[in-house]
């Protein structure tokens, strides 16, 4: 009985160490001359300690043009995914219409469209409007996603019904019944879809890649592809140093919003 | 009715971005791909079912199909069933720390997949990674994986699995925490063993959770694995890393074979279809079971 118990322990650890580990490899290696990262590749404390690879990668790559650049384009998303996706769960929610139930099943199977099937399209409607290489080139195409639809409906259907039937009965305007009932109940699983479409866009990497040419436009998941080889490593402790500051905003947010990231996700289960 | 108009209006702005950046595109790549274009020339020349034919004779698009579903396999063992598994033992086979390992199991899930392939690309260098280092002191050594055919998806999979584990096993620990306790304890008191509760009770009674969570992994796992593709080994060694969605976006943007990528496209989009449809059926069939 003892034994199995620590057992399962152990093998939890191990998948964690497993997940963990990359992310200790980059600090650790970041903070590394780039001698020791080759002679002392197992030590994860560095010795001795430096700052010289965030100083060259700033000397090598416009790193605050780049880091501003990624965090625009996935507020301006999060913001405007959040909004739209919103809106259209309240309906889907609270609203009775014809078609509604086909309306929802339609949203949710485009979550199935792969993105191949769109890029060229999409492609050329941003070519056509010359926003090649700009941030609304990056912005437009990711504001359709019908997953915060889906997301938000969970959420909002656990609100009893007839607490806004009531209100609705009574006259109160939508956007009041929105405001004074819905905002504050739904309110944690709006914070962490934002944050997780934030994350998203943060990492985004495909549509970038298709749409950004100059280095100044460019997004850190972006930049950081300039620095990948597998051969020559005198770009190492240069690319972990990227490697963290790319990881670092989102690791950040979800330890902050841990919780309610958790939760949201838990009931986001098909049902 | 004006409560019509403004059921319309909120759906408005999401249906409005949907029509023009997602269905009106997929209607406009079924088209493309009955044509021969380069993207770029004003002339497209119609070709019928020809972009179909010439990539099922291809012996290259056959290969990439094969491996397609080879990610698929893979996924399946390791973002389905090794996720269940870790699932279910904590949340049944363990007491403490359960919060820790939640949060520390999910971290992955948020870091970016060029982050990912370039940390595993360095951690499993074949010389200098600390891998290659800890296995030469038993002797053992990590072949030159991103040029060895079969390896490689599997080390490009593992980089997939690494972030997407965390999203998946959160799903289905609480689907599995959704069982009534009190079936668990019983089993338990009568002696049947981990293995059977795991089998007879855990996986039939969150079957819904349990397949969404399956078919997701494979849609988003073929795309989420473009990444690692991408910035590894561009589809090599001779294609033998590519799949479908790789496969699109090669043909149109490095060979500018704008009619075959999108056939190719059309032929991705029916297996997701099939498997959306796959996933329409399954639940509306146990929804009823389960609750």
């Known amino acids: 009985m003892k034994i199995s118990h620590y057992f399962w322990h152990i093998l939890i650890i191990v998948f964690i160490i497993i997940a963990i580990y990359p992310i200790l490899f980059a600090v650790s290696n970041s903070f590394k001359h780039l001698n020791d990262a080759f002679t002392s590749t197992i030590n994860l404390i560095p010795n001795p300690f430096t700052f010289e690879n965030y100083q060259r990668l700033h000397e090598t790559i416009p790193l605050l043009k780049i880091t501003l650049n990624t965090f625009v384009i996935a507020s301006i998303i999060t913001a405007f995914k959040i ?68 997301m938000l409906t969970q959420a909002m259907r656990n609100i009893p019904k007839p ?16 405001k004074d009932h819905v905002l504050p109940i739904v309110r944690p699983a709006l914070t962490s879809t934002a944050i997780w479409f934030f ?7 495909v549509w970038p890649l298709l749409m950004l040419r100059s280095r100044d436009s460019y997004t850190l998941p972006l930049a950081l592809q300039l620095f990948v080889s597998s051969e020559g490593g005198t770009n190492f402790t240069v690319a972990m140093a990227l490697s963290v500051i790319t990881m670092a905003i989102p690791l950040i947010l979800y330890l902050i919003f841990q919780r309610y990231i958790i939760n949201t996700f838990s009931s986001s289960g098909i049902k | 009715m004006a409560k019509r108009y403004v059921s319309i209006l909120l759906l408005t702005p999401a249906l409005l971005l949907l029509t023009i950046f997602t269905v009106g595109p997929l209607v406009y790549t079924i088209y493309l791909s009955f044509f021969d274009w380069n993207l770029i020339s004003p002339n497209k020349t ?25 990610y698929i396999i893979l996924f399946i063992v390791l973002n389905t069933g090794l996720t269940y598994v870790t699932a279910y033992v904590i949340a049944h086979l363990i007491k403490s720390n359960k919060g820790f390992y939640k949060v520390a199991i999910f ?31 038993f002797g053992l050594s990590i072949p030159n994986w991103t040029v060895t055919e079969g390896m490689v998806i599997v080390i490009l999979s593992l980089i997939v699995a690494w972030k997407v584990f965390g999203y998946n096993f959160i799903v289905l620990y609480s689907g599995i925490v959704g069982i009534p306790s009190e079936i668990i304890e019983a089993a338990k008191l009568d002696k049947i063993s981990k293995f059977r509760i795991f089998t007879d009770i855990i996986i039939p009674m969150s079957s819904s959770t349990g397949f969404y969570i399956l078919i997701m992994t494979i849609v988003q796992g073929l795309q989420y694995v473009f990444t690692p593709i991408r910035v590894v080994t561009q589809g090599g060694p001779n294609y033998y890393s590519s799949n479908l969605i790789y496969h699109s976006y090669h043909e149109a943007f490095d060979l500018f074979n704008t009619g075959i990528s999108a056939a190719s496209s059309v032929i991705t989009l029916l297996i997701f279809m099939f498997l959306l449809a796959m996933q329409f059926i399954f639940v509306e069939r146990n929804v009823y079971y389960e609750n």
């Open chain 1, 83 to 150: 909004v739209t996706s919103f809106l259209a769960a309240y309906a889907l929610t609270y609203f009775n219409f014809r078609f509604k139930k086909t309306t929802y099943f339609l949203l949710i199977s485009t979550i199935f469209i792969p993105f191949t099937v769109t890029m060229i399209p999409n492609y050329l409607i941003i070519s056509h409007f010359n926003l090649i290489d700009s941030v609304w080139g990056v912005i437009l195409p990711q504001l359709a996603d019908a997953i915060g639809i889906f």
């Open chain 1, 163 to 178: 607490l806004i039937e009531a209100a609705q009965i009574d006259n109160i305007s939508t956007f009041n019944i929105m």
């Open chain 1, 199 to 205: 994350i998203l866009a943060w990492n985004d990497y």
């Open chain 2, 46 to 70: 119609f070709v019928g079912l020809e972009n179909y034919a010439e990539l099922f004779k291809d012996q290259t698009f056959r290969r990439i199909i094969g491996q397609t579903f080879l």
């Open chain 2, 107 to 137: 971290t992955p899930s948020v870091i970016s997949l060029v982050v990912g392939s370039m940390l595993f690309l360095w951690i499993l260098n074949p010389v200098s990674g600390p891998v290659a280092i800890v296995l030469g002191w």
